[in-house]
Nanobody, 130 residues
Framework: QLQLVESGGGLVQPGGSLRLSCAAS????????IGWFRQAPGKEREGISC????????NYAYSVKGRFIITKDNAKNTVYLQMNSLKPDDTGVYYC???????????????????????WGQGTQVTVSS
């Protein structure tokens, strides 16, 4: 069974921080690029960050640039999303997704073309509220 499992979500006050984890089971993330997406109630899914399979090349959505950091630890088969200076607009369900292919070995996949991703996690809820 191939799975991605997100964890680390929860309730946090504005200005606070959370670190999300995306752990793979049943396969190795070594050759996969990873994207983080979120979906707020009544809104479409939004790509927020992605990272290449190797070399740690990243992209960020404008809304999170300078606040969020994506990292990939192939040894631990886990990708992280460090979220700082959180805002109420960051509230939503956060998903990680894995993209297979040599196209993404040294460049990140798309934040808009979700068909580039092969596996998706179930999501973890992040709520930013005072």
């Amino acid at each position: 069974q191939l799975q991605l499992v997100e964890s680390g979500g929860g309730l946090v006050q504005p200005g606070g921080s959370l670190r999300l984890s995306c752990a793979a089971s049943g396969f190795s993330l070594d050759h996969y690029a990873i994207g983080w997406f979120r979906q707020a109630p009544g809104k479409e899914r939004e790509g927020i960050s992605c990272i290449s399979a190797f070399g740690g090349k990243t992209n960020y959505a404008y809304s999170v640039k300078g606040r969020f950091i994506i990292t990939k630890d192939n040894a631990k088969n886990t990708v992280y999303l460090q979220m700082n200076s959180l805002k109420p607009d960051d509230t939503g369900v956060y998903y990680c997704a894995a993209a297979y292919g040599s196209s993404w070995y040294h460049q990140p996949p798309s934040l808009t073309n979700t068909y580039e991703y092969d596996y998706w996690g179930q999501g973890t809820q992040v709520t930013v509220s005072s």
